[in-house]
């Protein structure tokens, strides 16, 4: 006879790590998981953010206050300054995003940072400047108290299946198309 199963606590629930998908293409995915970040810092936990595609002479607010006022917050950017071109992508752009999927999955098995946010993963896995298959295996193999954030356009229908969570961003209306450039604060 079969033994029914062990009903979880809701603190057993409240501990398991979750995985959360930021997509679609509407602004907001890179703001709504700093949003995430700051919350997660303010009940104690430590936060990684690894910026895909990102180099490191652009001035990003996030960068710049984490620095200044955050420091549970570690921001690492792993990317060039300049687009990545799709259809042929430079060899610097898929070793830098293949150091930064070395890094994350060290910090994430590591397990010291409670949020770990992979920011432009779905982008680099679509530009295939990093590969699927070690993104799936990366989750698959996180210890059971950290939760990853997953954030970009394109998101893969692999990762979204086993996403706890799915966000669509999309754009209904954007000040780019007024001809208003990104703003400092706003979009950076």
Known sequence: MRQ???????????????????????KGKTTASLGLALRAIGHGSRVFVLQFMKGPGNVYGE???????????TIVRSGRDDFVDKLNPAEEDVRLARQGLD???????????????LDEINVAVDYRLVALTDVVELLKARPSHVDVVLTGRYAAPEILEMADLVSEVNEVKHHYRKGVPARQGVEY
């Open 63 to 73: 960068y710049m206050a984490a620095e200044k006022y955050l420091p549970m917050l």
């Open 4 to 26: 029914p199963e062990e009903k979880k606590s809701a603190t057993d629930a409240q501990r398991r790590g979750l995985v959360l998908v930021y997509t679609g293409n509407g």
């Open 103 to 117: 890094l994350a999955r060290k910090v994430i098995s590591g397990g010291e940072y409670g949020l770990v946010i």
